[in-house]
């Protein structure tokens, strides 16, 4: 299984000469195995994607989390839902108020984009998950409820043995009163356990995260204690700050994981990083 990361900065685009080593596209993993493509998000890493997806991939899974703007934004630019022999598969999480097609479809609406979801030529198809186990291909595919503002899931993709799990938003100190005391209360739990290769939210360090309670983010220090929590193998810390430039992002993992004492590994997120597990 080949697993690439096209995306992995938090809450928009950020280009620029200070970004370029962990890359300032907005959040999007594909999964590559056999003749699967799945692919985790549609932020504007997906735009890149698209343009190097082989001519023969002719069926893509897009696994969306959520709809804030940084997960869907590379959407309307995505190649393979120009192409009329394409098939796009559509997974997200269902609203109690408005539906996941409904909410879809307000992005590809004029004036915030001038295609409508119904005028793309790819044979499009759109599911509406909660807390659903289904099947892509040979994977099995699990999804759940996670904290973050709005109905946002995380997913878990497992396959023979192997496990990748994916949260790129997710509070974790808000999603249980006692983090990290009693693990089967803990969001995101049974999305993370065990986990080959766990993608989480690691937005802020400690002191930027206790001025920034209740927005739907995580500190870096939360997340490592919630992969050794869920006893992953590898950690990939994801969703990285939109203003923290390569070396600021540099000096946040070395204050807060290289001295660290962990038997998991982890890293940080970076564009164009490739992993075969
Ligand atoms: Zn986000
Ligand atoms: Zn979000």
Redesign the pocket.
Known sequence: MKITIWGCR??MPSPGPDKLFFGGNT?CVQIEHNSTCLILDGGSGIIRLGRNLPNNIKKVNILLTHL?L??IMGLGYFSPLYDPNCQVNIWGPSGSLESFISKLMRYFSPPLFPVRLKELPADIQINEIENTTFKIDDFNIISEYICHPGPTVGYRCEIDDFIVSYM??HELLLGSSNFPLSAEWCSGYNIAKDADLLFHDAQYDKKEYARRIGWGHSSINDAIVFGNLANVKKMVLF?HDPTKSDEQLETMFNENVQNENLDFEVVMAKENDIFFI
């Open positions: 938090g809450s959040s804030h940084d997960h790129p938003d969703h």
